[in-house]
């Protein structure tokens, strides 16, 4: 997956949460495993008014209230206030590379989602973290919530925009 299309697009890596302290710090709600991998990056993208503006990142921790960020220009709990709940994203071409079989979730979003027996279940929609583990939620004539577990991942092709499941277009979603 090494088109430049597909590395210039943005993966949300989480959201601005709440506001912290009194010098304009902002708790953050990160997507990426572990939590505090947010913070490698020095500079975040925004999603304010419709697009995605750049801001640095001044300082950044881990701690029992999770991760919090300092960003340039903001000063005050006031300011910092008007930031909950933007998106933080980079660039797909800013993220580490995967080793060999691993993928990351934006990479799998939009793919085909077909059975072993190459029966379509619809495109695989997005991931949703429940505390039972992940689940691929797969949109087609129905909606199927199907493990993202290894025994149920059978093959992905990302060149033909596929990924196989171990799954029946006719099971049960419970």
């Given at each position: 997956?090494?088109?430049?299309?597909?590395?210039?697009?943005?993966?949300?890596?989480?959201?601005?949460?709440?506001?912290?302290?009194?010098?304009?710090?902002?708790?953050?709600?990160?997507?990426?495993?572990?939590?505090?991998?947010?913070?490698?990056?020095?500079?975040?993208?925004?999603?304010?008014?419709?697009?995605?503006?750049?801001?640095?990142?001044?300082?950044?921790?881990?701690?029992?209230?999770?991760?919090?960020?300092?960003?340039?220009?903001?000063?005050?709990?006031?300011?910092?206030?008007?930031?909950?709940?933007?998106?933080?994203?980079?660039?797909?071409?800013?993220?580490?590379p995967?080793?060999?079989?691993?993928?990351?979730?934006?990479?799998?979003?939009?793919?085909?989602?077909?059975?072993?027996?190459?029966?379509?279940?619809?495109?695989?929609?997005?991931?949703?973290?429940?505390?039972?583990?992940?689940?691929?939620?797969?949109?087609?004539?129905?909606?199927?919530?199907?493990?993202?577990?290894?025994?149920?991942?059978?093959?992905?092709?990302?060149?033909?925009?596929?990924?196989?499941?171990?799954w029946?277009?006719?099971?049960?979603?419970?």
């Open positions: 997956m090494g088109d430049a299309q597909a590395d210039d697009r943005w993966v949300v890596l989480g959201k601005i949460g709440s506001t912290f302290g009194v010098q304009g710090w902002v708790r953050i709600t990160s997507y990426t495993d572990p939590p505090e991998n947010i913070l490698d990056y020095d500079r975040w993208h925004l999603h304010r008014a419709g697009q995605w503006e750049a801001v640095e990142v001044e300082g950044g921790r881990m701690t029992a209230k999770g991760v919090l960020a300092k960003l340039v220009g903001i000063e005050t709990p006031e300011e910092a206030r008007l930031q909950v709940g933007i998106e933080i994203a980079v660039l797909r071409s800013e993220l580490p995967t080793a060999p079989g691993e993928f990351y979730w934006s990479d799998l979003e939009g793919l085909e989602a077909v059975t072993p027996s190459g029966e379509s279940l619809g495109r695989l929609d997005h991931f949703r973290s429940t505390p039972g583990g992940d689940i691929a939620v797969v949109k087609g004539a129905r909606e199927h919530w199907i493990p993202f577990v290894k025994d149920r991942i059978v093959k992905v092709d990302l060149d033909a925009g596929r990924i196989v499941f171990d029946g277009v006719d099971w049960l979603d419970d």
